[in-house]
């Protein structure tokens, strides 16, 4: 099993009980010491859990992000996020900044980006995705 990076999506679903996803955190954890996730996705699930004043929920993520990894945006992974952006923009795809964002850093810290938005990433031929709901 590769190293990876979890995406907003599956996290969500991770903590939505989603029975498939949640076999595969196990899995990944017999190998692996934490998930890791980027500051992007503490960003959007926090963001998405105050909107919905949702505070139990709150605490039960604060303590998932406190017992794995945290990865942040770096010069070198913005960077990359702009190349990614220049070039699909050429061939006339526009995809999220957040999306952007985290792929950057996938591709800067060499980790595979678990997502189930696919159709999202499949334009960027640096990145490896794969999907835990499958």
Same mark, same amino acid.
């Given at each position: 099993?590769? =190293? !990876?990076? @979890? $995406? !907003?999506?599956? /996290?969500?679903?991770? *903590?939505?009980? $989603?029975?498939? @996803?949640?076999? &595969? ?14 500051? @992007? %996705? ?9 909107? =919905?004043?949702?505070? =139990? ?6 303590? *998932?992000?406190? +017992? +794995?990894?945290?990865?942040?945006? !770096?010069?070198?992974?913005? &960077?990359?996020?702009? $190349? ?9 795809? %526009?995809? #999220? ?12 810290? #060499?980790? %595979? /980006? @678990? %997502? +189930? ?13 794969? +999907?835990?709901? =499958?």
């Amino acid at each position: 099993m590769k =190293k !990876t990076f @979890v $995406d !907003t999506d599956i /996290l969500s679903f991770y *903590f939505k009980g $989603d029975l498939k @996803v949640e076999q &595969r955190f196990r899995d990944y954890l017999k190998e692996f010491d934490q998930i890791n996730i980027s500051i @992007v %996705t503490y960003f959007e699930i926090l963001g998405g859990l105050k909107f =919905k004043d949702a505070n =139990k929920q709150i605490q039960s993520f604060e303590q *998932f992000a406190m +017992n +794995n990894s945290i990865i942040y945006v !770096t010069e070198s992974s913005a &960077r990359i996020a702009g $190349d990614i952006y220049a070039d699909l923009r050429r061939q006339g795809i %526009t995809i #999220g900044t957040s999306d952007l964002l985290i792929a950057g850093i996938a591709i800067e810290k #060499g980790l %595979t /980006l @678990v %997502t +189930n938005n696919e159709k999202h990433y499949e334009n960027i031929s640096k990145l490896t995705i794969e +999907n835990w709901r =499958k």
